[in-house]
C-alpha cells in the first residue's frame, strides 16, 4: 500500500495567517451588534415620543398641523431604525450565517442586495424628510431647491439601481 504524502502547500500567506484573515469576517458581529442596538434605541425612542405626542393630543395641547409634523418626524425616525436592522441583518448574512430565516424580501445574497435595500430605505427617508419641509414650510425657504437637489439624488439613486447588472436566474 503505497502512501501518498500531500500536494506541496502554495506559496504566498502560511495558512495560519489565511486561517486568520478567513476567521476575522466574525469581527463584523461587532457592527451588527452596534447597528441593532442602534435600530433598538431608535425604536424606543420613538415609542417614547408616540406616548408623548398621544398625550399631549388628548392633554388638548396639539394641534392638527402640530401632530402632522410630530408623526412625520416619527416615521422619519422608524424608517432609520429600519436601515440600521436591515444593515445589521445584511452584514450578518453576508458575513457570519446566511441561516436567518427571514421573508424572502429581507435576504441578502450578496452587497449589491444590501446595497439595493439602503438605497431604496433612503429614497423612502428623503421624501419623508421633505415631506416635513413642505409641512412646516414659513414661506421663507427655498424649497425649490431643497426638493430639486432630493429629486437629483433620488433620480441618480434610481439609475444606478436600474443600471446595474441582472442577476441570473437561479
Partial sequence: MATTSPPPAPEGAPPRALAF???????I????LCLLL????LLVYGAKETVGILAALLAGGMKAKGLILAFIELTDLFLLATVLYVMAIGLFELFVDDRLDLPHWL???????????????????MGVVFLGQVVTWDGERD?????????LVIAA???FLSN????PAH
Avoid: F, Q
Fill in 21 to 27: 484573515i478567513a476567521a476575522a469576517r466574525y469581527l
Fill in 157 to 159: 439613486l434610481t439609475w
Fill in 107 to 125: 435576504e441578502i445574497h450578496d452587497l449589491n442586495d444590501l446595497k439595493e435595500k439602503l438605497i431604496g430605505v433612503l429614497v423612502v427617508v
Fill in 143 to 151: 424649497l425649490l431647491r431643497y426638493g430639486a437637489g432630493n429629486a
Fill in 29 to 32: 458581529i461587532i457592527a451588527v
Fill in 164 to 167: 446595474k447588472p441582472k442577476k
Fill in 38 to 41: 442602534g435600530a433598538t434605541a
